[in-house]
């Protein structure tokens, strides 16, 4: 399992996205091409999006995989949020189209053929995407990517679909409800409208530097507590101004350390060290920006001078 983890890497995982996305593409076309049902139209227009989502998002990993430089001193790692955002629009404007194709079958349903063989089609290409969203959200997991996970939760939203269709199709065939395929479409593409402003929503708190997870900052403190140090009534050792944010697969702590003015500057950054590398065991991905101050000296930030 672990070679397997070592080989899911961001790039790979969505290499696989646009092969699957490919194969699911020609499955559910020809599906709608033999049926004629407008739920499976939906879900073929939903894989076209997944196949520009994997291929954008393809260029944003590999954009953001790039080391720091001197015009971007802070690394590239944001890049995936512009993926997420990305695949968030193009799935609220594949509802839409949904919508504006099943709309007018509501009212003029047409019949639906060779229900069977498109069923089968249908359902093999949702045990693809099933498969591969397992796989990618183990990956984004591993790799904190926000690029894998939006297109996860895109073929999982896929698969959902999917499942809409088939069970309106059977009740088509069932009930001999044509009207019933179109009110399905519609209503898939309702929870795909969702879906896609969840992704927007995230990608928009990224990039406008939204704060770790509260998990994540509870063992930041918690490695911080394990330092600080009191003598009495005395602080010794004491940490404030704490401010986390989240690039990417980046994650940034900045914090004051206040010690006694009287050590001597090896003496703290010894133990500045000590402490960064603390965090970085601690959570993944951290880097750690640590200012050294007196017990007895305070920094302001919020004053109204700094404001102006």
């Given at each position: ?113 060779q229900v069977s063989l498109g069923l089968t089609l249908s359902v093999a290409s949702s ?43 059977g009740l088509v065939g069932v009930t001999g409800w044509l009207w019933l395929d179109a ?126």
């Open positions: 399992m672990k070679t397997l983890d070592a080989w899911m890497t961001p790039t790979r995982m969505l290499w696989a996205s646009v092969v699957v996305a490919l194969v699911t593409i020609a499955l559910k076309t020809l599906a709608w091409w033999l049926t004629d049902s407008v739920g499976l139209l939906s879900d073929a227009m939903e894989s076209v999006v997944n196949l520009a989502s994997a291929i954008f998002g393809l260029m944003m990993v590999t954009i953001a995989a790039r080391p720091a430089d001197d015009e971007h001193p802070y690394g590239h790692h944001k890049a995936e949020y512009f993926s997420s955002g990305f695949e968030g629009i193009l799935i609220v404007v594949a509802a839409l189209g949904i919508i504006w194709a099943a709309a007018h079958r509501v009212f003029d349903p047409q019949p639906i053929e045990a693809l995407n099933g498969l591969l969203a397992w796989a990618m959200f183990r990956a984004a997991r591993q790799h904190r990517s926000l690029a894998l996970e939006a297109d996860a939760r895109h073929l999982v939203t896929d698969v959902w679909t999917s499942a809409g269709v088939v069970i309106s199709i009110v399905v479409a519609i209503g898939v593409a309702l929870n795909i409208l969702k879906e896609g402003w969840h992704l927007i929503w995230r990608s928009s708190q990224g990039l406008m530097d939204e704060a770790l997870a509260p998990e994540i900052q509870a063992e930041v403190q918690k490695v911080l507590d394990s330092f600080a140090h009191q003598r009495g009534e005395t602080s010794i050792i004491r940490f404030d101004h704490l401010n986390t944010r989240q690039a990417g697969q980046r994650r940034f702590v900045d914090v004051h350390m206040h010690m006694p003015a009287g050590w001597t500057l090896g003496r703290a950054a010894a133990l500045r060290a000590s402490v960064e590398q603390a965090l970085m065991s601690q959570v993944p991905g951290l880097r750690a920006s640590i200012q050294l101050l007196p017990s007895d000296v305070e920094a302001h930030f919020d004053d109204l001078q700094d404001l102006k």
